[in-house]
């Protein structure tokens, strides 16, 4: 069994408290942090590979990095705690039993981007990971950790806590920002890039709460032994949430290596009831889903890519062979269409179209062109909006009727 | 200034130009809805995609500024796909209710199906209903479900008139345009929303179901609701007389000035025509002895006022002018007053309420020629001294232009008393009011959408307004009248023969150093800045 790096504390009593945290060596690596350059931080984050494990798997260390050079601008440091993805609940868990591993990691991050304030948007609905995070700041600020001249080191660092709404779409980066910034939650238009003109218009990183936790470790162990945890393109370890019709689901930290087949029947204990697989979606609802039969897949982003699909939030829902697949459609085509912000409009159209002809096709009103017009809305669609919310909904669409296709026709009735 | 190419054509633009104007400017047009170069951009309606070579997939032309080198395609197979798509996106929920809408024949939903859609419908589903019919001020109603949630209006009442009374609420095909809690749209400039609304979801009330757009003709003219002179389009209704009411005047539009009022005008403005198709018009000539009205021909109406000026001698007569004139109309005043020897001229009389002002484009002077009296010297005399003169019966002859004196800032018992005290009272205006009822000799004046001339507006940008209907009855142009006055006078100044305004003002031009070297067709749209 791999180390645990993530979940090494998660079974601790009190893990969320800064004593515990410090058992285990805690804030080491923010002392270790405090004495480097801040350009040092950041080489050392991108040579552990580390990439973003939020969705979009973009290298944490080159993100930060576009940080204007010599800007005298404020910049900030927002951390994505808007976990909305269906089928994702690992950072839940990263709140609430290790929350001291994201301050201490958003502390680091903020000296590396020369950042004096950071906010976590955490998402309305989580109300413990929120009262949790919340306590541990606290702690923190008591603690000389936040605030000015942290240590003694004349570095100065504030952490906001702030609560969304309710909105899947305030998880999409500058949509999150949109909403920080306390306007409705759209998404903006790019360039500007949020590393040039981010939150309140200053350059501003933002970062998953796994991302930001594994900074710590990073920094304590050095980037290579991260990389080495994981493959050639992709460092370290990371979190899964298993879902779905496996015998143990569950939040399950593995390598990125780890194979899909692995992680079903080794990590999660098969299939429940003895049951066949029918379909995996790897990554979140966005992920076009696999079936039973591609399996065999490295669950890292370049990985889940070869094989036509995304890692996304590595959210990794599984069905057996219960489950009707046009329903899943309808299902999770009701999800976009009622979560797409309504500024573009590919998306604010077609989500809530393509849902409509699910549900009828599910219902047994399908017509016989539906499937071929789904497919053809969904790939004009694609591609042509703002931020990448439709082209997630596009995922399940496209490989949903393409991989099941007869399943589908057969509720299609035949015309007399 | 970055120089590319686009569709072939290569084109030099400023620096930060978006490919939409850089492709105008190269005379290739990008459909867009959202954009509008009044306004920030938003990006949101996707239909202004266009090809840039070496990027991977097509980009906004709205949000993608023009840079040196870049090659641009507007009509590759895949940016053609891509509006289609899109315009069947804009359409899926649209009630496609063209036959009663009042955007029909100028909505761009209609205009880029045919140019850019002409897909098969496919949408066979229920689609989505939203409210309709919902005024959302004095001026302005709301269809949701025509809605394409542009945020044009949003924009503008955020950005340019910064009143924030709208928003869009919801989410995904349920987003609506609608007001803030408590918040009606009622600023000033509030039919400005219903020009850039590209299709139906926004009407105007004082417009709708008036007449079909593709009965209306247009012509350009000059708002005269303040000194500002924004740029107006008039829109008539004379193809079908009936509709409209019977009314001429169907509607004004802003039209792009970018020195004046760049896209916009006021409600002030936009919605004061009504008068010019009033039945108080003035109509012919009429004399009024004893509380009796008699209809005169023209050559009977200027041969009375001829002989009623030479019984007085030239200080026993005072002018009141009026800002609403226009420059020529004023010039020819200010030779004949000259040719007279008549000093007691003045066109400033105060208003009654004094008019309210903003920062955007409304001035307190309502006038919208006030400049060009001044300039013309047409301020020579005192108008309270004017008024005086006449009270106490010094001023025997007293010639009022357009003014009503008793609902003016003088006190109503002066004016009465001007008025009686004053053996002839001439009334030269377009239309019918307190002051002209007890007139002895009323000559109707075209109203200036009925005739062709110049404003000089508050900046000193003297800018030409059209003819775009015929005078009501037998009303003339200001400077025609006093030509004719003029030349009963025996006067024979060239400004009292012209026949055409044109010629009025090549006159002004030549005597009036402020408008030297000033030629009427050289003032083009645009207009002309006053000399210093």
């Not at chain 1, 040092?40 to 939020?54: D, M, P």
């Not at chain 2, 995609?49 to 080198?69: H, L, S």
């Not at chain 2, 009334?427 to 007890?438: D, E, H, L, R």
């Amino acid at each position: 069994m791999a180390e645990k790096i993530f979940t090494r504390n998660f079974d601790r009593a009190g893990s969320h408290t800064l004593a515990v945290y410090r058992e285990t060596g805690g804030y080491t690596a923010l002392a270790k942090a405090l004495r480097m350059e801040p350009p040092a931080i950041t080489e050392e984050v991108k040579k552990s590979n580390l990439r973003g494990l939020g969705g979009a798997a973009f290298p944490t260390g080159v993100k930060w990095s576009f940080i204007p050079k010599g800007s005298t601008a404020p910049k900030y440091l927002v951390i994505n705690a808007d976990e909305g993805e269906p089928g994702t609940f690992k950072d839940r868990y990263l709140m609430e039993r290790d929350p001291h591993a994201m301050i201490e990691g958003m502390i680091i991050a903020g000296r590396a981007i020369d950042s004096r304030l950071a906010f976590v948007y955490i998402r309305g609905e989580y109300v413990k990971p929120w009262q949790i995070v919340s306590g541990a700041v606290k702690e923190a600020y008591e603690a000389g950790l936040l605030g000015k001249n942290i240590q003694g080191t004349g570095f100065d660092f504030d952490i906001v806590v702030h609560r969304g709404a309710g909105a899947y779409i305030c998880g999409e980066e500058t949509g999150l920002l949109s909403s920080l910034e306390g306007k409705k939650g759209w998404p903006k238009i790019k360039p500007p890039f949020p590393a040039i003109k981010g939150a309140f218009g200053q350059p501003t990183i933002v970062n998953n709460v796994e991302t930001i936790a594994a900074v710590p470790h990073i920094i304590n162990r050095g980037g290579e032994w991260f990389a080495g945890l994981g493959t050639k393109t992709q460092g370290g370890t990371r979190l899964y949430s298993v879902s779905g019709h496996v015998v143990r689901p569950g939040v399950v930290e593995a390598p990125v290596s780890v194979t899909l087949r692995s992680l079903i029947y080794d990590q999660c204990g098969g299939m429940r009831d003895g049951r066949k697989l029918k379909a995996v979606v790897p990554g979140g609802s966005s992920a076009p889903i696999l079936t039973a039969d591609e399996i065999d897949v490295t669950m890292d982003a370049d990985g889940l890519k070869a094989a036509g699909t995304m890692i996304g939030s590595a959210g990794v829902i599984v069905m057996d062979e219960t489950v009707s697949i046009p329903e899943a459609l309808m299902v999770v085509a009701r999800f976009y269409a009622h979560e797409s912000c309504g500024q573009c409009t590919p998306c604010r159209e077609s989500t809530g179209w393509i849902y409509k002809m699910a549900h009828r096709i599910v219902e047994g009103k399908g017509r016989k062109e539906d499937l071929d017009t789904i497919l053809d809305v969904a790939k004009r669609g694609a591609g042509t909006t703002i931020c990448a919310f439709y082209d997630g909904a596009v995922g399940p669409y496209v490989s949903y009727i393409e991989k099941f296709r007869a399943e589908f026709e057969a509720l299609i009735p035949h015309e007399a | 200034m970055p120089k590319l190419t686009i569709d072939g054509k290569e084109v030099e633009v400023a620096a930060g130009t978006n490919l939409i104007e850089a492709a105008r400017q190269a005379g290739v047009e990008v459909p867009h809805y959202c954009y509008h170069p009044g306004l920030s951009i938003a990006g949101q309606c996707r239909l202004c995609m266009v090809d840039i070579e070496k990027n991977p997939r097509p980009q906004i032309g709205c949000n993608t500024q023009a840079a040196d080198g870049m090659v641009v395609h507007t009509q590759t197979e895949r940016v053609l796909e891509t509006r289609k798509s899109i315009m069947e996106f804009h359409l899926v929920n649209h009630p496609l209710d063209c036959p009663v809408c009042d955007q029909a024949g100028e909505c761009w939903l209609q205009i880029y199906y045919m140019r850019h859609g002409l897909y098969d419908p496919r949408m066979v589903d229920e689609k989505v209903h939203k409210p309709k019919a919902v005024p959302l001020g004095p001026h302005v109603i709301l269809d949701a479900e025509r809605c394409i949630l542009c945020s044009r209006c949003v924009r503008f009442c955020d950005e340019v008139t910064k009143t924030g009374e709208l928003g869009i609420f919801n989410r995904g095909d349920h987003s609506e345009i609608g007001l803030f809690p408590g918040k009606t749209l009622e600023n000033n400039y509030s039919g400005n929303v219903i020009d850039i609304c590209p299709v139906g979801a926004l009407t105007d009330r004082d417009f709708r179901f008036q007449v079909r757009v593709w009965y209306l003709d247009t012509g350009r003219s000059i708002c005269n609701g303040c000194a500002r002179g924004c740029n107006v389009e008039v829109h008539t209704s004379r193809r079908r007389p009936h509709h409209n009411q019977g009314r001429r005047i169907a509607r004004l539009k802003p039209r792009h000035n970018p020195d004046v009022n760049q896209w916009w005008m006021c409600d002030v403005g936009r919605y004061g025509f009504g008068w010019i198709d009033d039945d108080s018009r003035l109509l012919a000539p009429l004399r009024r002895t004893g509380g009796a009205d008699a209809a005169l021909g023209w050559d009977e109406a200027v041969t009375a006022l001829a002989e009623a000026v030479k019984r007085y001698r030239p200080e026993e007569i005072g002018i009141l002018a009026s800002p609403q004139m226009s420059n020529e109309d004023l010039f020819v005043l200010q030779r004949l007053a000259a040719h007279l020897g008549v000093a007691a001229v003045d066109h400033r009389v105060p208003p009654r309420v004094p008019g309210e002002e903003d920062d955007l484009l409304l001035r307190a002077d309502r006038n919208p020629n006030r400049r060009g009296a001044e300039l013309i010297g047409l301020g020579t005399g005192d108008a309270r001294g004017i008024l005086d003169g006449a009270r106490q019966r010094r001023i025997k002859l007293l010639w009022i232009f357009q003014h009503d004196l008793l609902d003016s800032g003088w006190p109503p018992a002066d004016v009465t008393a001007a008025l009686a005290g004053a053996e002839m009272v001439v009334f030269q205006g377009p239309s019918a009011n307190a002051t002209s009822a007890g007139a002895h000799l009323v000559l109707p004046s075209a109203a200036y959408v009925e005739r062709e001339g110049t404003f000089t507006n508050f900046q000193g940008r003297v800018q030409r307004f059209r003819t775009v209907v015929e005078p009501l009855g037998e009303a003339q142009a200001d400077w025609a009248i006093l030509g004719r006055v003029g030349r009963a006078l025996g006067g024979a100044d060239p400004a009292f023969s012209a026949g055409r305004a044109e010629q009025v003002f090549a006159g002004l031009a030549g005597q009036v150093p402020a408008f030297s070297g000033m030629s009427y067709r050289g003032l083009r749209d645009a207009g002309q800045a006053v000399k210093a």
